[in-house]
């Protein structure tokens, strides 16, 4: 079987543009968009072209290495252009730190290099970009095989929004875990989440997982309550799109209901997510700015107006987990648990 792995690379690189699965058209039709210029790539990552943390960080890392190439050899020009896109893709998404935290990487690179010719910033450039994207991949795997270890054989998963491989550089952190469970010889059935209101659940992780063969039953996002209260959820496993100093976790809107449904019926709830989308800068997750999407996003549905006329909306597109509700974080360094002091990680037995 030709796999979702083996075949969908969510985001690419050819040096003459950042190449995107375009998700939005998912799962009707798979086509790439080529983006030339640094506008592109943030016009890609706001109208939700790439999403998901660590693809956008992925992205924002091409879309850099991608306006050195077009920017001129002169070294105050090479500059503005090279600081101009920082600015313009850093401004795409305020929510996932993945994002800027690709962007400070890139830009380290580019002032250590200061006096270096343009050529030689542009490989670099180049090679970090892609040193990025394969250490997400290798990021994943080494999350999926952590978590494999907490899931048990025979689990039925519940999984909310899209963390497997169009969300990364491939492979996944909440389907990584999954992934890596089956790989480990674990029999696993998965429960996603429709994920309103855009759908990424019904529309992305639904597709993903079928398409690798797993067993995945799709629910409407306020179905969760009842399967757990039935005793048919196992644990539930979900992304991240910041994590802050004490473990508070932003994710997809809809996370922060399944975690305290999840702890009202005693199942474990895991976050699973790379190091870079941690933020120790951040003390907790009042801190962590949520972005507000457009209301057409709740009033419409495929082209057609489902909301009367008149109505307000309030369009969130992340809550955030406070940490009490987080059985445990799992990273490519290990399995972890918010300390109880609130200041850091600490390996959990």
Not at 209 to 234: E, P, S, W, Y
Not at 317 to 322: A, G, L, Q
Request: proline letters at 5%.
């Amino acid at each position: 079987m030709t796999t979702t792995l083996d075949a969908i690379h969510p985001v690419a690189y050819d040096g003459d543009a950042v190449i995107l699965l375009d998700q939005r058209l998912l799962p009707g039709r798979e086509e790439y968009l080529r983006c030339h210029t640094a506008a592109d790539v943030a016009a890609g990552i706001r109208d939700m072209v790439v999403r998901g943390a660590p693809a956008i960080g992925i992205t924002a890392a091409y879309g850099i290495a991608l306006a050195a190439h077009r920017a001129p050899d002169a070294a105050a020009g090479f500059a503005t252009a090279v600081e101009d896109a920082a600015r313009i893709i850093g401004a795409s998404r305020p929510t996932a730190v993945n994002l800027h935290w690709a962007i400070a990487r890139m830009m380290g690179r580019f002032h250590a290099m200061a006096g270096a010719g343009a050529d030689a910033i542009r490989a670099a450039f180049d090679a970090e970009a892609r040193d990025i994207h394969d250490e997400d991949v290798a990021m994943n795997r080494a999350i999926g095989r952590h978590g494999a270890a907490l899931i048990p054989d025979g689990a039925t998963v519940l999984t909310h929004c899209n963390a497997g491989a169009l969300a990364t550089g491939g492979y996944g952190t909440a389907l990584g875990v999954i992934r890596g469970a089956r790989e480990a010889g674990k029999s696993v059935r998965i429960i996603a989440c429709e994920t309103r209101p855009y759908l990424q659940g019904a529309r992305l992780t639904a597709w993903e997982l079928v398409r690798d063969g797993f067993d995945v039953t799709l629910i409407t996002d306020n179905a969760a309550g009842a399967l757990m209260a039935k005793g048919l959820v196992t644990c539930c496993v979900v992304g991240a799109d910041r994590i802050t100093a004490n473990g508070d976790t932003a994710n997809k809107i809809g996370t922060y209901t399944h975690a305290v449904l999840a702890t009202r019926h005693a199942i474990p709830f895991y976050v699973a997510a790379p190091s870079s989308t941690l933020d120790p800068t951040l003390p907790d997750g009042s801190f962590i700015p949520i972005e507000e999407r457009s209301a057409d996003e709740v009033l419409y549905l495929q082209g057609h107006r489902v909301a009367a006329e008149g109505v307000k909306v309030i369009n969130p597109s992340f809550d955030v987990t406070p940490w009490s509700l987080i059985t445990a974080i799992i990273t490519e360094r290990g399995v972890h648990r918010p300390g109880p002091l609130g200041y850091g990680f600490t390996r959990q037995p």
